[in-house]
């Protein structure tokens, strides 16, 4: 046998939509700044630099849930497959809590499972990602929805959330960046990754703005109902008779169980133009070749969206209204550091960095190695989500964990101060 590589010639390559310099991600930079940790460090490390708090004590679910996933599996009913777009007794259970808050009301049908938030986004990219596309995303963002773009070869036009405004959308720019081949827009509500809360006005604006270019919104709602500011969760399908609202969301955030893989996509649209224009079918078509979740989780659903209890939901919004407290308040104090605006919801904030201010700290990634290296503390740097010299941080961890992490950042950015 000859050896191969001299002789023959190989048609296959990897896929250049999918190499690391086309696609950033969350976890790929993360890994990168753990890299950095000093092993010699005695402290704990203080991750602030993703949305998955459930490792924190005072964050453990509820034990309905974990009563209705165990009861689920002893019940020996969900031991096979599902149907590809979900359970009946879940996806109905999905529509009618997801109800109580739009005017009108969803049907089973219009709820498909998925495995988690994350297979929901693959979906509805795949589904629109005709020859030409493009697709409108926020920046700052969640660099999913361009990983899965660029998978897709769906092409992405930015436009800006504005600091000044409470993170609102510039309206103007969504217009004129749209063209006749641009397919939707995404939102992100409560939002990840600036912690603001859409007022109802402003997503009005979004929905008769939308509706003029002729194209339809995909409504992140992964932290549906994890808001404690002054502005109250407001679901886009509220405006869904305007112009056509793809939901996607899940139990992850709420319930704090990421590692259950439960979630959503929901068509809101009491006009049917979805259905009209083809996209329901695809949907369909999509999640017959796709994997489902686990058949005992949508087993589990009914019971822990029903029996849920609001003190639960509570505790949690309470935990992290105190961490917004405790962030707004430490975050102060750090004068190479500012917030442009307290966060009303969701687990995250962006504050931006003043590297002028620092010595030998050339970027925000420069400062998340440093930071992770001298401090253990993990924080995410702003590029990874659109925002050059801004950073990311999570505020959702358990309180004195936060309090030591702030404190840490606060010493750090006293070491590295420019002296005059
Ligand atoms: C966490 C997150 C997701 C993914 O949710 P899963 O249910 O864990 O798949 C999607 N969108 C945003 C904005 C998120 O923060």
Same mark, same amino acid.
């Given at each position: 046998?000859?050896?191969? %590589?001299?002789?023959?010639?190989?048609?296959?390559?990897?896929?250049?939509?999918?190499?690391?310099?086309?696609?950033?991600?969350?976890?790929?930079?993360?890994?990168?700044?753990?890299?950095?940790?000093?092993?010699?460090?005695?402290?704990?490390?203080?991750?602030l630099g993703?949305?998955?708090?459930?490792?924190?004590?005072?964050?453990?679910?509820t034990?309905?849930?974990?009563?209705?996933?165990a009861?689920a *599996?002893r019940?020996?009913?969900?031991?096979?497959?599902?149907?590809?777009?979900?359970?009946?007794?879940?996806r109905?259970a999905?529509?009618?809590?997801?109800s109580k808050?739009?005017?009108?009301?969803?049907?089973?049908d219009?709820?498909y499972?998925?495995?988690?938030?994350n297979?929901?986004?693959? /979906? /509805?990219?795949?589904?629109?990602?005709?020859?030409?596309?493009n697709?409108?995303?926020?920046?700052?963002?969640?660099?999913?929805?361009?990983?899965?773009?660029?998978?897709?070869?769906?092409e992405?036009?930015?436009f800006?959330?504005?600091?000044?405004?409470?993170w609102?959308?510039?309206?103007?720019?969504?217009?004129?960046l749209?063209?006749?081949?641009?397919?939707?827009m *995404?939102i992100i509500?409560?939002?990840?990754?600036? #912690?603001?809360?859409?007022?109802?006005?402003?997503?009005?604006?979004?929905?008769?703005?939308?509706?003029k270019?002729?194209?339809?919104?995909?409504?992140?709602?992964?932290?549906?109902?994890l808001?404690? #500011?002054?502005?109250?969760?407001?679901?886009?399908?509220?405006?869904? %008779?305007?112009?056509?609202?793809?939901?996607?969301?899940?139990? %992850?955030?709420?319930?704090?169980?990421?590692?259950?893989?439960?979630?959503?996509? !929901? =068509?809101?649209?009491?006009?049917?133009?979805?259905?009209e224009?083809?996209? !329901?079918?695809?949907?369909?078509?999509?999640?017959?070749?796709?994997p489902?979740?686990a058949?005992?989780?949508?087993g589990?659903?009914?019971?822990?969206?029903?029996?849920? &209890?609001?003190?639960?939901?509570?505790?949690?919004?309470?935990?992290?209204r105190?961490?917004?407290?405790?962030?707004?308040?430490r975050? &102060?104090?750090?004068?190479c550091? =500012?917030?442009?605006?307290?966060?009303?919801?969701?687990m995250?904030?962006?504050? &931006?960095?003043?590297q002028?201010?620092?010595?030998?700290?050339?970027?925000?990634?420069?400062?998340?190695?440093?930071?992770?290296?001298?401090?253990?503390?993990?924080?995410?740097?702003?590029?990874?989500?659109?925002?050059?010299?801004?950073?990311?941080?999570?505020?959702?961890?358990?309180?004195?964990?936060?309090?030591d992490?702030?404190?840490? /950042?606060k010493?750090?950015?006293?070491?590295?101060v420019?002296?005059?």
């Amino acid at each position: 046998m000859e050896n191969g %590589s001299s002789t023959a010639r190989w048609c296959f390559r990897g896929n250049e939509a999918m190499t690391t310099e086309s696609v950033s991600t969350i976890r790929g930079v993360l890994t990168e700044i753990y890299r950095n940790i000093n092993e010699a460090d005695p402290r704990p490390i203080i991750p602030l630099g993703h949305g998955d708090p459930s490792a924190f004590p005072c964050f453990r679910t509820t034990p309905i849930a974990e009563d209705a996933v165990a009861d689920a *599996v002893r019940s020996a009913k969900f031991n096979g497959y599902a149907s590809t777009v979900g359970i009946l007794p879940a996806r109905r259970a999905i529509s009618e809590y997801l109800s109580k808050d739009l005017p009108y009301k969803l049907s089973p049908d219009d709820i498909y499972l998925t495995l988690g938030c994350n297979q929901a986004i693959e /979906v /509805v990219l795949a589904v629109l990602a005709r020859p030409n596309a493009n697709i409108l995303l926020p920046r700052p963002g969640f660099p999913t929805y361009e990983a899965r773009a660029a998978f897709n070869r769906l092409e992405v036009r930015h436009f800006d959330l504005l600091p000044e405004k409470g993170w609102e959308v510039d309206l103007d720019t969504v217009e004129a960046l749209a063209d006749k081949n641009t397919v939707a827009m *995404v939102i992100i509500n409560p939002g990840n990754p600036c #912690g603001n809360i859409f007022t109802y006005e402003h997503l009005k604006k979004v929905a008769e703005t939308v509706r003029k270019l002729g194209i339809l919104v995909i409504a992140d709602e992964v932290y549906h109902h994890l808001a404690f #500011g002054s502005n109250p969760f407001v679901p886009m399908g509220v405006f869904a %008779s305007i112009a056509p609202v793809i939901t996607v969301g899940s139990i %992850s955030k709420r319930w704090v169980v990421p590692g259950w893989r439960l979630g959503w996509l !929901v =068509t809101n649209d009491p006009n049917g133009i979805l259905q009209e224009y083809g996209i !329901v079918d695809c949907i369909k078509a999509y999640l017959n070749i796709s994997p489902d979740p686990a058949t005992f989780i949508q087993g589990a659903v009914p019971q822990i969206l029903e029996k849920t &209890k609001d003190d639960f939901f509570s505790k949690i919004v309470d935990i992290l209204r105190q961490d917004a407290d405790i962030f707004y308040s430490r975050i &102060k104090e750090i004068p190479c550091i =500012t917030c442009p605006s307290k966060p009303e919801g969701c687990m995250f904030v962006m504050v &931006k960095l003043n590297q002028t201010l620092l010595e030998d700290i050339k970027d925000d990634f420069d400062f998340c190695v440093k930071l992770a290296k001298e401090e253990s503390v993990i924080v995410l740097p702003g590029v990874t989500v659109g925002l050059k010299n801004w950073l990311r941080i999570t505020f959702a961890a358990e309180p004195s964990s936060l309090e030591d992490g702030l404190a840490r /950042v606060k010493a750090f950015c006293q070491r590295h101060v420019k002296k005059q």
